[in-house]
Nanobody, 122 residues
Framework: QVQLVESGGGLVQAGGSLRLSCTASGSIFSINPMGWYRQAPGKQRELVARITTGAVTSVVSTYYINSVKGRFTISRDNAKNTVYLQMNSLKPEDTAVYYC???????????WGKGTLVTVSS
């Protein structure tokens, strides 16, 4: 089992910044990739950003949904078992509950955090 705990959400004005954190605990061996999803009211959950470490080369690759490219940055601190999402130039349309996601590469099981609310006021 893997437990994911998010933090860092809150209320911010448009143009502001927030940094989300997600710390993994439990059976964290082979967690890869990790990512952030979001779900706005009345909308489906969508993948916002994902970070993957190459199994052989350890090269880190990232993915971002088009709407956040250039504004959001995902990073991972393996020593702290934590993944971050730095969100800059926030827009009201970024308002959503943000969920941390982790996949165990050994069996493909995905784990989810409980979510943290990000509200961007105009």
């Amino acid at each position: 089992q893997v437990q994911l705990v998010e933090s860092g959400g809150g209320l911010v004005q448009a143009g502001g910044s927030l940094r989300l954190s997600c710390t993994a605990s439990g059976s964290i061996f082979s967690i890869n990739p990790m990512g952030w999803y979001r779900q706005a009211p009345g909308k489906q959950r969508e993948l916002v950003a994902r970070i993957t470490t190459g199994a052989v080369t350890s090269v880190v690759s990232t993915y971002y949904i088009n709407s956040v490219k250039g504004r959001f940055t995902i990073s991972r601190d393996n020593a702290k078992n934590t993944v971050y999402l730095q969100m800059n130039s926030l827009k009201p349309e970024d308002t959503a509950v943000y969920y941390c996601n982790a996949v165990k590469s050994s069996d493909g099981i995905a784990y989810w955090g409980k979510g943290t609310l990000v509200t961007v006021s105009s």
